[in-house]
């Protein structure tokens, strides 16, 4: 069974750092791609990052620069790293398997979600 | 960025069919994908590749896809079904290259 949950969320200061992580079972993070989707308090779903299986990384323009998408082979584990936090990133953060092909990308599994609240 | 526009709300009986339009420029050339989402839970898949359904997703929800806009359906709606709809494309061109609609609240009356 395909199981995706994470940690590490929390209240943190504007500026400050959090590391998140999404640990996987069921299948292999490496062989996939994988992805974080947040959602603001009352708002709609924005993708933040991905991760291919040949280790390419993309993210949203607005996480650029600030934000790191990882993962750990031996913990079949997914992380992002976030820096320079900014009140307008407080959301849950989703991890999110990716599947398809090309032309044709889509999240089949999703984690529970870790809240983050960026707040003085 | 690629646009993806839905009716903020949606209300239905229940035993009636519900229509959540997500509307994009040339939509009908891309695979669209739909997720139901209900308060405080994580999204779930229920509408893949314009129209197929995943393993466990009743045959009520479908969806189609033409022209500027694309459509998921569900028939037979139940109180079950009240939760927020988004749809979602994947555009190489597009920066982000994954786009969600701006989300659809079914309401069943």
């Known amino acids: 069974e395909v199981q995706l949950v994470e940690t590490g969320g929390g209240l943190i200061q504007p500026g400050g750092s959090l590391r998140l992580s999404c640990a996987a079972s069921g299948f292999t993070v490496s062989s996939n791609y994988m992805s974080w989707v947040r959602q603001a308090p009352g708002k709609g779903l924005e993708w933040v990052s991905v991760i291919y299986s040949g280790g390419s990384t993309y993210y949203a323009d607005s996480v650029k620069g600030r934000f790191t998408i990882s993962r750990d082979n031996s913990k079949n584990t997914l992380y992002l790293q976030m820096n320079s936090l900014r009140a307008e990133d407080t959301a849950v953060y989703y991890c999110a398997r990716v599947v398809g092909d090309d032309g044709s990308l889509f999240f089949d599994y999703w984690g529970q979600g870790t809240l983050v609240t960026v707040s003085s | 960025s690629y646009v993806l526009t839905q009716p903020p709300s949606v209300s239905v009986a229940p035993g009636q069919t519900a229509r959540i339009t997500c509307g994009g420029n040339?939509?009908?050339?891309?695979?669209v994908h739909w997720y139901q989402q209900k308060p405080g839970q994580a999204p779930v898949l229920v509408v893949y590749d314009d129209s197929d359904r995943p393993s466990g997703i009743p045959e009520r929800f479908s969806g189609s896809n033409s022209g500027n806009t694309a459509t998921l359906t569900i028939s037979r709606v139940e109180a079950g079904d009240e939760a927020d709809y988004y749809c979602?494309?994947?555009?190489?061109?597009?920066?982000?290259?994954?786009?969600f609609g701006t989300g659809t609240k079914v309401t069943v009356l």
């Open positions: 040339n939509i009908g050339s891309k695979s």
């Open positions: 979602q494309v994947w555009d190489s061109s597009s920066d982000p290259y994954y786009v």
